[in-house]
């Protein structure tokens, strides 16, 4: 486990499959490894984020439990998305306070598209609320965020697995990918459509980006939909396991 003692790590987005993430970083903390830096998109940047800010993966679990989703977002005229981030602004401002990026405990790197250039953009440094809501923006789903000169939306467009800002570092690389392409039948709405059809999108950037990785954590989520916040507490177990069985799996080698 020497080799890992300190290491980038790398988090995917995938909705409320990304919050396996919270798993993997309690494994992580058990086992001794060290998250140097991280980065993530959407899903990925989010917890990412908390982490970097002094949350305990227990601690974001019980938030993550005593949110209420329906009242976190406020469906709007779709004009440039369904969903409006006004709530979801004032909900992490209450949490995060005016922290800008280079501010966090664990240097971090929060990806999100430029929807003018198609550009990933991958930043440590700025306003933190704006570029993290940014980063989760689902276009035609959730209104994009106007940053500067940037009009920022979901990471995972371009760059799901954000391993860019590591390549020239020294420690080893930990990837985390929870979208691994699944069967998915539980297709009811307009919503389920657009965030399916998104999501087997973004999946070619992933893959292409895991020959970076020194070691690549895919945990088993397919009986799980992208909107099981509910089940937040089986997810996380999910991470869990599989890091446990990824590292002992190395360890064998």
């Known amino acids: 486990m020497k080799k890992f003692s300190e290491v980038n790590l790398v988090l995917s987005g995938g909705a409320a499959k990304g919050i396996a993430h919270i798993g993997v970083l309690k494994a992580l903390e058990e086992i001794g490894v060290k998250v140097k830096r991280i980065s993530g998109a959407s899903a990925g940047a989010i917890v990412s984020t908390f982490y970097s800010a002094g949350y305990s993966p227990d601690e974001m679990l019980s938030l993550l439990k005593e949110i209420n989703w329906f009242k976190l977002f406020r469906f709007k005229a779709p004009i440039y998305g369904l969903i409006g981030w006004d709530k979801a602004y004032k909900f992490l401002e209450s949490k995060l306070g005016d922290l800008k990026i280079e501010e966090l405990q ?57 391993v860019e800002p590591f390549q020239n570092t020294q420690e080893p690389t930990i990837c985390v990918d929870v979208l691994p392409i699944s069967e998915d039948r539980n297709i009811k709405n307009v919503v389920h459509i657009l965030l399916r059809s998104f999501f087997l999108a973004v999946r070619s950037s992933s893959e292409k980006r895991k020959e970076f990785c020194n070691l690549v954590i895919v945990p088993d989520l397919r009986e799980f939909s992208s909107f099981d916040v509910k089940k937040a507490q089986r997810i996380v177990q999910r991470g869990y396991e599989k890091t446990l069985e990824t590292f002992n799996w190395f360890e064998l080698l």
């Open 106 to 162: 664990i240097p971090a790197y929060i990806c999100a598209t430029d929807l003018y250039t198609g550009r990933p953009i991958y930043f440590n440094q700025g306003e933190l609320i704006p570029i993290l809501l940014g980063s989760c923006s689902i276009p035609g789903i959730f209104q994009p965020v106007k940053y500067k000169d940037f009009l920022l939306v979901d990471g995972g467009i371009v760059n799901n697995l954000p």
